[in-house]
């Protein structure tokens, strides 16, 4: 995978533990952000899921932080992450 991207000049890396995350609420902000035409967080917000400091990316707390630094209200990003919506 990492081989795959890089071919598309993209930086992929994988977690050495290999836990991957669930990126399903970033899926669900992204369409929040659509609707409100707000600024979309970028693919490098998780470019490291796995390490310490960033935390991993299918963290709700994280998708909030970036969501919320993107330019998307506080409240409607709690309200998406805690529905089924």
Known sequence: MEQT???E???HRLSEDGVTGNTFDAHRLLQLAGRAAARTPRSSGCSAP???KAGRCSSP??????AVEAG???D???EVLAGDA
């Open 76 to 78: 409607e990003v709690r």
């Open 5 to 7: 991207a890089a071919a």
């Open 50 to 52: 796995t390490s310490p």
């Open 72 to 74: 998307l209200g506080e």
């Open 61 to 66: 707390r994280r998708w909030r932080r970036l």
């Open 9 to 11: 000049g993209l930086e």
